[in-house]
Nanobody, 119 residues
Framework: QVQLVESGGGLVQAGGSLKLSCAASGRTASTYDMGWFRQAPGKEREFVGSIAWNGGSTTYADAVKGRFTISRDIAKTTLTLQIISLKPEDTAVYYC????????????WGQGTQVTVSS
């Protein structure tokens, strides 16, 4: 079992930056691939990016490449999403998720944190 708790959301002006964090707990949390997703009002949840369980590789959605950076700490229990050059279309609830590294399915999810970008 992995528990995930996001933090760091808020209201930001367009062009600003923000850092989201996700604290992972559980006996095997450090062995899971982790990812960020977001869901804007009236839209489906979409993949933002992910990082391998060992921090060795990252993947990003095309819409966020160059502006979003995912990292995890040495203990691999805190996931970070650094966002720069925020746009109004980045407004969404951002979710942290985790999956076992040999699976394609994100099984564990946080409660989400709201990011609102004003124009």
């Amino acid at each position: 079992q992995v528990q995930l708790v996001e933090s760091g959301g808020g209201l930001v002006q367009a062009g600003g930056s923000l850092k989201l964090s996700c604290a992972a707990s559980g006996r095997t949390a450090s062995t899971y691939d982790m990812g960020w997703f977001r869901q804007a009002p009236g839209k489906e949840r979409e993949f933002v990016g992910s990082i391998a369980w060992n921090g060795g590789s990252t993947t990003y959605a095309d819409a966020v490449k160059g502006r979003f950076t995912i990292s995890r700490d040495i203990a691999k229990t805190t996931l970070t999403l650094q966002i720069i050059s925020l746009k109004p279309e980045d407004t969404a609830v951002y979710y942290c998720a985790a999956k076992w590294r040999y699976s394609d399915i994100y099984r564990y999810w946080g409660q989400g944190t709201q990011v609102t970008v004003s124009s």
